[in-house]
């Protein structure tokens, strides 16, 4: 589909290019421009990313920027529960290409803790993200072509409690009978109440996708992404 053909709901802006390295860099350049401000208020601020290729050269491109990066926290909006060196893991994939070159220093907090099942390691994730100041100050999310976002799947049956507004735990199980493996997710209400908050998508799959969920905001549980495209929200895409 023409990129001409999306209609974003009002107040969701689009920052489309030609190239994935063309729109890293500019959501490079965003992000760091935003953790310098907050940086200059706060003793710490927090970055939260997605996972899979898509990501990465945004996170070879923002790990060249000169910021205070052993004030930042970094962490996943979810991951899949596999040890480090599986070759899924996305807690690898941060730390070998975004936690590098000056953005070494900064602190990564993992959703990946001992424990045979999410559920077994779920008390240590929430220890592991005691004192991570919330509102979370940056926040990239991807999206899935079933429009889930995070570790929010669709057929997830933690999606409800996960998705409740009143929620009050910062992460959830996630058990989606569509994936081979179990999983560990920020929840809806810390993701939501992000100040920045980016969706990175790449592919005309996407478009489609995207298409699709502005067609009915309102069935959230259908297509969980739905509940961020809201005012505020920048969508970075390229072909």
């Given at each position: 589909m023409k990129t001409s053909d999306l209609q974003l709901p009002e107040g969701v802006r689009a920052r489309f290019g030609e190239t994935p390295e063309e729109v890293a860099l500019n959501l490079a350049d965003a992000v760091a421009e935003f953790l310098a401000r907050r940086l200059k208020d706060v003793p710490r601020a927090s970055l939260v990313v997605s996972g899979?290729?898509?990501?990465?050269?945004?996170?070879?491109?923002?790990?060249?920027?000169?910021?205070?990066?052993?004030?930042?926290?970094?962490?996943?909006?979810?991951?899949?529960?596999?040890?480090?060196?599986h070759p899924t893991s996305n807690t690898r994939l941060v730390k070998d290409n975004l936690l590098r070159n000056h953005a070494a220093p900064a602190r990564f907090l993992s959703l990946k803790q001992p424990g045979a099942t999410p559920a077994e390691?779920?008390?240590?994730?929430?220890?592991?993200?005691?004192?991570?100041?919330?509102?979370l100050d940056v926040l990239i999310l991807g999206m899935g072509n079933d429009g889930h976002t995070a570790s929010l799947f669709p057929d997830a049956p933690e999606l409800?409690?996960?998705?409740?507004?009143?929620?009050?735990?910062?992460?959830?199980?996630?058990?989606?009978?569509?994936?081979?493996?179990?999983?560990?997710?920020?929840?809806?209400?810390?993701?939501?109440?992000?100040?920045?908050?980016?969706?990175?998508?790449?592919?005309?799959?996407?478009?489609?996708?995207?298409?699709?969920?502005?067609?009915?905001?309102?069935?959230?549980?259908?297509?969980?992404?739905?509940?961020f495209l809201k005012p505020g929200l920048q969508v970075f895409w390229s072909p």
């Amino acid at each position: 589909m023409k990129t001409s053909d999306l209609q974003l709901p009002e107040g969701v802006r689009a920052r489309f290019g030609e190239t994935p390295e063309e729109v890293a860099l500019n959501l490079a350049d965003a992000v760091a421009e935003f953790l310098a401000r907050r940086l200059k208020d706060v003793p710490r601020a927090s970055l939260v990313v997605s996972g899979g290729s898509t990501p990465l050269p945004f996170f070879k491109a923002l790990s060249d920027k000169d910021l205070e990066w052993g004030r930042v926290d970094v962490l996943l909006a979810d991951e899949r529960w596999v040890e480090e060196d599986h070759p899924t893991s996305n807690t690898r994939l941060v730390k070998d290409n975004l936690l590098r070159n000056h953005a070494a220093p900064a602190r990564f907090l993992s959703l990946k803790q001992p424990g045979a099942t999410p559920a077994e390691g779920l008390e240590a994730v929430k220890a592991e993200l005691a004192d991570l100041a919330l509102p979370l100050d940056v926040l990239i999310l991807g999206m899935g072509n079933d429009g889930h976002t995070a570790s929010l799947f669709p057929d997830a049956p933690e999606l409800a409690c996960a998705m409740n507004p009143e929620c009050q735990e910062i992460v959830s199980v996630a058990t989606p009978a569509s994936q081979p493996q179990k999983r560990i997710t920020l929840t809806w209400p810390p993701l939501r109440d992000a100040r920045f908050t980016a969706l990175h998508l790449k592919g005309e799959d996407k478009l489609d996708t995207l298409k699709k969920a502005v067609s009915d905001l309102d069935s959230v549980m259908e297509m969980p992404i739905r509940a961020f495209l809201k005012p505020g929200l920048q969508v970075f895409w390229s072909p």
